[in-house]
C-alpha cells in the first residue's frame, strides 16, 4: 500500500456501506476498490458516517512539534500543520507547550481535555494521545519528567480515547477537521475532506479502528502542506484565513 517515498495518501472516499462491513480481524475498514494513480492510492471504504477523509501516513519520517515557522524550502519537511489552538488576543499558544525539553508555554489549561506526548526522535519510545484530566495530570512531576526525556508535548481536543468516540453535544459548527491519531500502533494524520461537526468527525475515526484522535487547530487556522514525492509542495485546507497567525506547528520530518 505504502507507494510513495514519504507518505500514502489514503482517500477513503464516500459508500453506502455499513459498517458491519469492517474487516472484524483488523479493525481496518474493508476495501472494495483499489487503484493507483500518480501520487496516491486510492481506496474506497465503508465508514458510519460515509465521510471522505485522508489519511497522511509518514513513511522514515519522525514527529515533532514547533513554535518556529518550518521553511518551504527546508526539504526535510514532508508534513506541515497547525497544532495547538491559537489565542485570538494575543496571538499566543494556547496551552501548555513543551518543545524538544524545553518549556515554550508554561501554564496548563484546565479547559481541554486531551494532550500528546512525542518523544525524542532518537527514541525508541512510541507517541501517545492520553486524557489529561483537564490538564489535572499535567502536573509539575509529570513535566519535569517530560523535559527531562527531550520529548514534546501540547495540548488539544481530544476526539477519540481508547477506541471510543468522545461526546460534543452542545458543538453544531461544521468546518473541515483534522486529528493527529493512533492507528494501528502508529501516528498518522487524518483529516476530512469535506466540512463536518466534530462529533460526526469523531466517530468516523473510530469506525476506522482508530485509538486516540487529538483534534488541531482548524477554521482560519487550517493551512498546512506536504512535499509529494515528486518534492513538491501541496497546500492543504480550505479556509485559510489566519495562516500568518499560526502560532505553532505539528511536523513530519525525514530522517
Known sequence: MRLLSYF???ML?????????TDSATNKPASDSLREYDSFTRDSVATVDTLDLTFYIPEKCFAEITSVRPLRGDTSVKF???????LTENDAIDGL???HGTKTIGWVNH???GSIFIPD???????EIFGTDMGEKLDSVFIDSTMKLNASL??????VRDGQALRFQKEFSKFQRRALCIWHSELVVVESNTPCTMQKFANTLKSCGIQNAL????GSWDEGWYRNSHGQQISIGMMKNETDRQSNWFVFRGR
Open 8 to 10: 500514502v495518501f489514503l
Open 13 to 21: 472516499v464516500m459508500a453506502q456501506l455499513c459498517c458491519s462491513e
Open 80 to 86: 506541515v500543520c497547525a497544532a495547538a489552538f491559537t
Open 97 to 99: 507547550f513543551i518543545e
Open 111 to 113: 479547559s481541554l481535555g
Open 121 to 127: 526522535s532518537a527514541s525508541d519510545v512510541c507517541a
Open 154 to 159: 501540547f495540548q488539544q481536543i481530544q476526539l
Open 215 to 218: 483534534y488541531v487547530d482548524m
